[in-house]
């Protein structure tokens, strides 16, 4: 094995390791009255504590079949989904950008959009206590990210925050409703924080795409027409993941559509 497939394979390894803990925060969080440290790791059905060989991520869930192996209740496919994801995620994120203060950086970012996605898909909240730390970490992470400018990130933050503010506050005024959360909000002026206002036209472009398609068949599915609600958090997470690794492919498309818009 060489050493650029053992620093894959570690940042794995590791990825999942936080991905089983990022299950307790997601589960625990939107309760106030819970701790996301004590009690220890134990089954949400008989309550009874976890031995360690039954916490191993996805492997554990595998050998015991999706089922506690005290009460035999089923396990939730969230658990190895987010273990699993988050593992791609720091490989990803090693083989990108190596051993670097920007794959730390960026690993962070990951790991609070991977909880914010399943938080608000359960809940439809978009816990501050994530959003507005977030927005400070991404901007002084931009001053030692060397993808990423500082006043890009300011930008970011303003463009990001500004940009969803005003469609909700369009949609009120038409609507006289609702349509737009501002967990919502804070989440884009993160994503502006971390990736920079480059990155807006993707994500806003891709999540209301996305978002739109989904909110149709969910409309017809719950035959609730304009009073259908989903949550929008989860696209515009996966939009900024996906332009976090492709970014550069993004870019070219960009170019390519500038160039056949207006030729030189």
Known sequence: MDITTFFISSGFLFGAVVGSFLNVVILRLPNEEESIVFPASHCTTCLADLHWYENIPVVSFL????????????????????????ALLSAALVQRFGLTVTTAGYFLFCAALVVIIWIDIH??????????????????????????????????????????????LL??????????????????????????????????????????????FAMIKQKKGGQT??????????????YLFFSDKVNMLYQWYLHMSFPA
């Open 171 to 216: 949609y009120f005024m038409l609507r006289k409703v609702d349509g737009m959360g501002g967990g919502d909000i804070k989440l884009l002026a993160m994503i502006g924080a971390f990736l920079g206002w480059q990155s807006l036209p993707f994500v806003i472009f891709t999540s209301a795409l996305t978002g739109s398609v989904v909110g149709l």
């Open 229 to 242: 609600r989903i949550p929008f958090g989860p696209f515009l997470s996966v939009s900024a993941l996906a």
């Open 123 to 168: 809940h439809q909240i978009i816990p501050d206590v994530i959003s507005l730390p977030g927005i400070v970490i991404g901007l002084l992470f931009s001053l030692i990210n060397p993808v990423l400018t500082w006043k890009a990130s300011i930008i970011g933050i303003l463009a990001g925050g500004g940009v969803l503010y005003a469609i909700a």
């Open 63 to 86: 050998v015991l079949r999706g089922k506690c192996g005290h009460c035999n209740a089923k396990i939730s496919f969230q658990y190895p989904l987010v273990e699993l994801s988050m």
